[in-house]
């Protein structure tokens, strides 16, 4: 009864989807409020339906009802409640109700919040989003039904892929898809927008809020993927360059790009075509990671399932919408005015060259990843192109954007004085050069590029610093004056601030683990022992453990520094028998932000145990990067200018006095 | 600056920027790929020593040898023809013998080749794609590959 529930729930959604898609895009065209003003109910009652739907799916999990195939196929009932729960999204079908799932909810989000926006735009976006909505509930539908049922139901289900089976997948996949999916509603507008042939700083300021929002989950949700494939794949690495990996990281650049140059639209009415074309692609390049995930053309532990109808079909979807986007794209840009002029050397400049940057880097990881399918499909051949691609080529296009980065907020708009500040930035490239300097001293051994990457990464921190230091000018006025300019800052100036210096402590991590990161490989014996970083690992031996699906083989091992007993590690292989699989549970120790990671293979007949025993240094700085960067994201989403969509009363915008003359 | 001229710079910082990316991609084109071939395909297109290449098939059931150390050795076959493969270190979770595999890495002199990453499947129901199309290709794929995955008795409906 409830998975029929569910089925019927979706279909409806689907009829209303395709209701929502035509009367207010109608109605915005024939300037008709009734058919508008349809919109909102829609859109709100497709969130309803689909909120059944995804809760009916998850009822038929949570009562382990084996009579529902994708049950059978991916829960079990000895899993924790917690997995049974997070198993929903754990494969394909359930995967896609959850992209529905937080597709109509922002839909929702738009319809209740729009009270300011025009009549036409929101009628013109919500339509649009219907649209989309459509296409994948009819995938699922006629492709993904997660309601399909088995005549003889088994008395127990398959249980989850083991490597599924972990915390993370309670929250990469959600904070992922809030990431794509909000970029769903930032295309949305831009094709409304084109639509209607008009466009203005109202639109910026109206799209920001969801590009930022896309924009902080897209950033939690790959470093949390980042951190899982690090603690759960068992070899140490943060980031793989896998074309799973590149699908996330695509719309993040272009989203990163986009969030830069709706700040131009926003303030100064320039760059408009440019930010509605890269509004289109963050959410193309979004549904293109879709396709390349889900239609199984790659392989990877995301694909599934390789159903070629799936596949078809979802390549379907991004022909019709990222082919139909440019094309109007092609047809009505000509139609906006082009805004404010401005000089190379200003923060439109800075902006306009982080574009640049951005989006270059973004189409070399593009073709890295798409030139193996090419070369498969046109000529049989079969390549892989791995790492020293993407190092040798996303590498050098990054290092002058990290460069530029503390520059960017210490220009004036319009024009800028880069002199100045270059000047203001002088104690932080001193800083720079110091950690540089420093970094060659300690250096043993690392790469010869290692010292300068920590240069750029204080660089880019203290940069962000310089920033609010300057800003606040706590070094000239007294320190009450001080407090208040700094309460006075508007908060994007803060989130602006937090997010560089995020990246800044992205970058140091990345540089520290991958230059100075140590390695052990060994067998080892009851008793061994194995001396890495300052750190002594001795084995104690080996112990059973069961769990409620599976056993542990669990090594036990004392970490020692010095004499001094610092802890215990303990790795683990765990087996399923339901799945007759294994996975390796690795042992991580923090020490500060650095961490020993150890992880274990089977056990040999002699007793022996090959164990790989990592040293990470400031490993945990790439992801505590990501906070930061997530942060600064919510401090500039709080920021009074976006709270409140009427137009900004005319204040004066922060002043630098003193320091910039004017020309 | 007129607005032609600020245009031009632009343009033209755009393309530099562009033209850099592109000789990057190309350099790094040249020396970062890795052709997928099968054991057969090794023989028959005569790679020589030192090219870097994925390797894949099936593991060789019994060729699976641990030598001293982390050593192991194995043999990669697609039905016709096998090569022996080393590799040091910890091999992935679902690597077995008689199941698929990719081993990137190098031929050495002898005609061992030398693996620097091994790949195994993900999933007990999965097998990477390129080892598919070249088992098909070499005419040993098993549709039983296929039918591990499906249901044992029980047919899905609606």
């Given at each position: 009864?409830i998975?029929?529930?569910g089925?019927?729930a979706?279909?409806?959604?689907?009829?209303?989807?395709?209701?929502?898609?035509?009367?207010?895009?109608?109605?915005?065209?024939?300037?008709?409020?009734?058919?508008?003003?349809?919109?909102?109910?829609?859109?709100?009652?497709?969130?309803?339906?689909i909120a059944?739907a995804?809760?009916?799916?998850?009822?038929c999990?949570v009562?382990?009802?084996?009579?529902v195939f994708?049950?059978y196929?991916?829960?079990?009932?000895t899993m924790?409640?917690?997995?049974?729960?997070t198993?929903?999204?754990?494969n394909h079908?359930?995967?896609?109700?959850?992209?529905?799932?937080?597709?109509?909810?922002?839909g929702?989000l738009v319809?209740?919040?729009?009270?300011?926006?025009?009549?036409?735009?929101?009628?013109?976006?919500?339509?649009?989003?219907a649209?989309?909505?459509?296409?994948?509930?009819l995938?699922?539908l006629?492709t993904?039904?997660?309601?399909?049922?088995i005549?003889?139901?088994?008395f127990?289900?398959?249980?989850?892929?083991?490597?599924?089976?972990?915390?993370?997948?309670?929250?990469?996949?959600?904070?992922?898809y809030?990431?794509?999916?909000?970029?769903?509603?930032?295309?949305?507008?831009?094709?409304a927008?084109?639509l209607?042939?008009?466009?203005?700083?109202?639109?910026?300021?109206?799209?920001?809020p969801?590009v930022l929002v896309a924009?902080?989950?897209?950033?939690?949700?790959?470093?949390g993927g980042?951190?899982?494939?690090?603690?759960?794949?068992?070899?140490g690495?943060?980031?793989?360059?896998?074309?799973?990996?590149?699908?996330?990281?695509?719309?993040?650049l272009?989203?990163?790009?986009?969030l830069?140059s709706?700040?131009?639209?926003?303030?100064?009415?320039?760059?408009?075509v440019?930010?509605?074309?890269?509004?289109?692609?963050?959410?193309?390049?979004?549904?293109?990671?879709?396709?390349?995930?889900r239609?199984?053309?790659l392989t990877?532990v995301?694909?599934f399932?390789?159903?070629?109808?799936?596949g078809v079909?979802i390549?379907?979807?991004?022909?019709?919408f990222?082919g139909?986007?440019?094309?109007?794209y092609?047809?009505?840009?000509?139609?906006?005015?082009?805004?404010?002029?401005?000089?190379?050397?200003?923060?439109e400049?800075?902006?306009?060259?982080?574009?640049?940057?951005?989006?270059?880097?973004c189409?070399?990881?593009?073709?890295?990843?798409?030139?193996?399918?090419?070369?498969?499909a046109?000529?049989?051949?079969?390549?892989?192109?791995?790492?020293?691609f993407?190092?040798a080529?996303?590498?050098?296009?990054?290092?002058?954007?990290?460069?530029?980065?503390?520059?960017?907020?210490l220009?004036?708009?319009?024009?800028?004085?880069l002199?100045?500040?270059?000047q203001?930035?002088?104690a932080?490239?001193?800083?720079?050069?110091?950690?540089?300097?420093?970094?060659?001293?300690?250096?043993?051994?690392?790469?010869?590029?290692?010292p300068?990457g920590?240069?750029i990464?204080?660089?880019?921190?203290a940069?962000?610093?310089t920033?609010?230091?300057e800003r606040?000018m706590?070094?000239?006025?007294?320190?009450?004056a001080?407090?208040s300019?700094?309460?006075?800052?508007?908060?994007?100036?803060?989130?602006?601030?937090?997010?560089?210096?995020g990246?800044?402590?992205?970058?140091?991590?990345?540089?520290?683990?991958?230059?100075w990161?140590?390695?052990?490989?060994?067998?080892i014996?009851?008793?061994?022992?194995?001396?890495i970083?300052?750190?002594?690992v001795t084995?104690?031996?080996?112990l059973n453990r069961?769990?409620?699906?599976?056993?542990?083989?669990?090594?036990?091992?004392?970490?020692h520094?010095g004499?001094?007993?610092?802890?215990?590690?303990?790795?683990?292989?765990?087996?399923?028998?339901?799945r007759?699989m294994?996975?390796t549970?690795?042992?991580l120790?923090?020490?500060?932000?650095?961490?020993?990671y150890?992880?274990?293979g089977?056990?040999?007949?002699?007793?022996s145990?090959?164990?790989?025993?990592?040293?990470?240094?400031?490993?945990?700085?790439?992801?505590?990067g990501?906070l930061?960067m997530?942060?600064?994201?919510?401090l500039?989403?709080?920021?009074r200018?976006?709270?409140?969509?009427?137009?900004?009363p005319?204040k004066?915008?922060?002043?630098?006095?003193a320091?910039?003359p004017?020309? | 600056?007129?607005?032609?001229?600020?245009?031009l710079?632009l343009i033209?910082?755009?393309?530099?920027?562009l033209a850099?990316?592109?000789?990057?991609?190309?350099?790094?084109f040249?020396?970062?790929?890795?052709?997928?071939?099968?054991?057969?395909?090794?023989?028959?297109?005569?790679?020589?020593?030192g090219?870097?290449?994925?390797?894949?098939g099936l593991?060789?059931?019994?060729?699976?040898?641990?030598?001293d150390?982390l050593?192991i050795?194995?043999?990669?076959?697609?039905?016709k023809?096998?090569?022996?493969?080393?590799?040091?270190?910890v091999?992935?979770?679902?690597?077995?013998?008689?199941?698929?595999?990719?081993?990137?890495g190098?031929?050495?002199?002898?005609?061992?080749?030398?693996?620097?990453?091994?790949?195994?499947k993900?999933?007990a129901t999965?097998?990477?794609?390129?080892v598919?199309?070249?088992?098909k290709?070499?005419?040993?794929?098993?549709?039983?590959?296929?039918?591990?995955?499906?249901?044992?008795n029980?047919?899905?409906?609606?």
């Open positions: 009864m998975p029929e529930l089925h019927y979706l279909i409806l959604a689907l009829g209303v989807a395709l209701v929502q898609g035509t009367m207010p895009i109608v109605g915005a065209r024939s300037n008709d409020r009734l058919l508008m003003s349809m919109a909102v109910p829609a859109a709100l009652a497709q969130f309803a339906l059944i995804f809760l009916a799916l998850t009822e999990y009562t382990s009802d084996f009579s994708n049950v196929e991916n829960s079990n009932t924790p409640l917690i997995y049974r729960l198993s929903v999204w754990g079908e359930g995967s896609m109700m959850l992209w529905v799932s937080i597709l109509v909810f922002f929702a319809a209740i919040f729009g009270g300011n926006l025009p009549m036409a735009l929101k009628a013109n976006a919500l339509g649009v989003q649209w989309i909505a459509a296409a994948f509930e995938f699922i006629t993904s039904n997660p309601f399909l049922r005549a003889n139901p088994p127990e289900g398959r249980d989850l892929n083991p490597i599924l089976q972990d915390p993370g997948l309670a929250f990469h996949p959600p904070m992922l809030l990431g794509y999916v909000g970029f769903s509603i930032t295309f949305s507008f831009a094709i927008a084109l209607e042939g008009r466009i203005d700083a109202a639109w910026a300021r109206w799209v920001r969801w924009w902080m989950c897209l950033t939690l949700g790959i470093a980042s951190y899982w494939s690090y603690y759960e794949l068992g070899w690495g943060f980031w793989f360059w896998d074309p799973v990996e590149n699908a996330s990281l695509m719309p993040w272009a989203g990163t790009a986009l830069h709706a700040v131009v639209m926003e303030k100064r009415e320039a760059l408009k440019w930010t509605v074309l890269l509004a289109i692609l963050a959410f193309s390049l979004s549904l293109m990671g879709t396709f390349l995930v239609s199984g053309v990877s995301h694909a399932a390789t159903d070629p109808s799936r079909f390549l379907g979807i991004l022909i019709v990222i139909g986007a440019l094309s109007l092609a047809w009505r840009a000509p139609l906006l005015k082009q805004g404010g002029l401005f000089a190379p050397i200003s923060r400049g800075a902006l306009v060259f982080n574009n640049l940057f951005l989006v270059t880097a189409a070399t990881v593009l073709i890295g990843t798409l030139y193996p399918l090419a070369l498969d046109l000529t049989k051949e079969k390549i892989s192109v791995g790492p020293p993407f190092d080529t996303f590498g050098p296009l990054f290092i002058p954007l990290m460069i530029a980065m503390p520059f960017g907020p220009m004036g708009w319009k024009r800028g004085d002199v100045g500040a270059a203001r930035l002088l932080a490239a001193m800083l720079a050069a110091v950690a540089m300097a420093a970094a060659f001293a300690v250096e043993r051994g690392g790469p010869v590029l290692a300068f920590i240069g990464a204080v660089f880019v921190m940069g962000a610093v920033d609010i230091v606040t706590v070094l000239r006025l007294p320190l009450r001080a407090a300019r700094a309460i006075g800052l508007p908060r994007s100036a803060w989130g602006t601030a937090f997010a560089h210096f990246i800044g402590v992205t970058l140091l991590g990345i540089v520290s683990v991958t230059a990161g140590s390695e052990h490989l060994a067998e014996k009851r008793g061994g022992s194995i001396d970083a300052k750190y002594r084995f104690d031996g080996i069961n769990g409620s699906n599976y056993q542990d083989l669990v090594g036990h091992f004392t970490v520094r004499t001094e007993l610092i802890g215990t590690m303990e790795p683990s292989r765990r087996t399923f028998p339901d007759g294994a996975t549970e690795a042992a120790m923090s020490r500060g932000v650095s961490q020993l150890l992880s274990i089977d056990p040999n007949k002699d007793g145990l090959p164990v790989r025993l990592y040293f990470k240094p400031y490993v945990l700085l790439i992801w505590l990501a930061f997530f942060f600064g994201g919510a500039s989403l709080s920021d200018r976006l709270r409140v969509g009427a137009p900004r005319a004066a915008r922060p002043v630098k006095p320091l910039q004017a020309e | 600056m007129t607005r032609k001229q600020r245009r710079v033209g910082s755009a393309v530099g920027v850099v990316a592109v000789a990057l991609m190309l350099n790094a040249r020396g970062s790929i890795a052709f997928f071939a099968s054991p057969t395909d090794v023989v028959a297109k005569h790679i020589g020593p090219t870097r290449i994925r390797l894949g593991v060789k059931t019994g060729s699976l040898v641990r030598a150390g050593r050795r194995f043999e990669v076959t697609d039905g023809s096998e090569i022996p493969v080393q590799y040091d270190g091999l992935p979770d679902l690597f077995r013998e008689g199941q698929g595999v990719v081993a990137e190098t031929l050495d002199r002898s005609g061992t080749f030398d693996a620097d990453m091994i790949l195994a993900h999933d999965y097998m990477p794609k390129e598919v199309d070249a088992l290709r070499s005419g040993h794929w098993k549709d039983e590959y296929e039918q591990r995955a499906s249901l044992p029980t047919g899905a409906n609606k």
